[in-house]
């Protein structure tokens, strides 16, 4: 075990502890009718998902690196039965209005299960047929259709978005979308009881009781002393200006900076990591319509205010120029997905070109199905490690999306 359970000062640093979760059978519940309320445009086939999330996994741990599992983590941290309690009460209170005031039959389908159990039962929904229950409102005599008592979470796969590491510390996110709203009380209550965690003092830069919505794919964390926030859909500026101020007020922090870099509200640019990603020193994959924009971004950096009472923020619109200036860089390397090409960017973009994870300096993991995307990388530099992912990338998300980094080493 590391001596601090979180440190993470970089996006390239050589990655020694990461989080994930194996797909389960939450997306056995993912039905046609649903799909869009969910996040999905499809529906994955789960035995071909875990055999490839398996061999994601293997491939991380043959580069040395601890793999913890969101699921495991959440069952240890339950083991006290008044924790366990909680837990069940905090699930309960977070599905009131599918549960339609059947509270007491869920929980006693829950009292029959183990930790483990009872963790992947809460991650896979209830479905209505499994607890038996009369009619006992209005709307079930009037439309019985709708199948759960509590709702699948399948996007729990792609663990970097309910929380993020930044420093030694990290965001437990108020997820944007209803459907994934949930998804941070398993790390709530990690950091919180795990033993791996709790005497740690890790700081909670932001919680999910935060009126403000943010995402881990925007968050980006470039140096130990700056990290990058996209404004996005699903990531506001309120939240971002909340995050520097208390990240700044902490004095063990050492950044100094926070840059917000705006992008559109497409699905295709769903998070900052969708679009641009740090894979080297002084090397980024980037989106090419991000690129194209040139000096036509909304990019601003924060900073604790001269007197260090306040903060300061700085307008500023070449992404390339910013980045230089806030690294302390002479020169960038743009590699942008599918070489730029107007069909082949696209497409490599929707299979998440874009959105590999860094393990060490120059060392990436990506799909192997983004092959224009990758040999652009090889002749860059750069050594990528693929993985397959036919079945994953129904989710819309690459490797950085299904990781979520919680210990790497200093670069």
């Known amino acids: 075990m590391n001596e601090h359970p979180i440190k993470v000062n970089s996006e390239i640093g050589k990655l020694k502890t990461v989080l994930l979760k194996r797909p389960g059978k939450e997306l056995e519940n993912l039905v046609p009718e649903y799909l869009g309320e969910l996040l999905f445009d499809d529906i994955p086939y789960l035995k071909v998902a875990q055999e490839e999330h398996d061999k994601f996994a293997q491939t991380l741990r043959d580069e040395g690196i601890e793999v913890v599992y969101l699921e495991d983590l959440a069952a240890e941290a339950i083991e006290d039965p008044e924790v366990r309690k909680q837990f069940i009460d905090d699930v309960l209170a977070e599905s009131e209005e599918t549960l339609l005031g059947h509270e007491d039959a869920v929980k006693a389908l829950f009292e029959d299960l183990d930790n483990k159990e009872l963790v992947e039962k809460v991650m896979a929904g209830v479905r209505k047929e499994e607890v038996e229950t009369g009619h006992t409102h209005l709307v079930e005599y009037v439309d019985d259709s709708y199948p759960f008592y509590m709702n699948p979470m399948p996007n ?11 420093g030694n510390g990290m965001t437990v996110n108020r997820m944007y979308w209803p459907a994934r709203r949930r ?23 932001l919680d999910r009781n935060s009126p ?11 140096s130990e002393e700056v990290v990058a926030v996209g404004i996005s859909e699903r990531t506001s500026a ?15 922090s050492k950044i100094k900076k926070i840059v917000a870099i705006e992008i559109a509200n497409t699905r295709a640019f769903m998070h900052l990591d969708t ?25 601003f950096t924060i900073e604790p205010s001269d007197d260090g009472k306040d903060i300061k923020i700085t307008k500023t619109s070449n992404l390339k120029e910013t980045l230089k200036d806030a690294l302390g860089l002479d020169d960038i390397t743009f590699i942008p997905t599918g070489d730029g090409d107007r069909i082949v960017g696209p497409r490599e973009q929707w299979n998440d070109g874009s959105n590999t994870l860094t393990i060490r300096p120059g060392v990436v993991v990506t799909y192997d199905r983004n092959y224009v995307s990758n040999q652009l990388l090889r002749d860059n530099g750069i050594k990528v490690i693929e993985i397959t992912g036919s079945e994953l990338v129904r989710g819309r998300g690459g490797p950085r999306c299904m990781s979520q980094p919680l210990y790497r080493e200093d670069i």
């Open 156 to 166: 729990l796969y792609f663990t970097r978005d309910p929380q993020a590491s930044i």
């Open 183 to 205: 998804e941070s009380i398993f790390f709530t209550y990690i950091l919180k009881h795990h033993p791996r965690f709790k005497d740690a003092d890790v700081p909670v830069w």
């Open 212 to 222: 403000y919505n943010i995402e881990g794919g925007d968050e980006l964390v470039l």
């Open 238 to 252: 309120q939240a971002i200006e909340k995050l520097a101020r208390q990240i700044f007020a902490n004095p063990e």
């Open 275 to 299: 679009v641009f990603t740090m894979i080297d020193y002084d090397k980024f994959t980037i989106h090419s319509a991000i690129e194209k924009k040139g000096d036509d971004m909304n990019i």
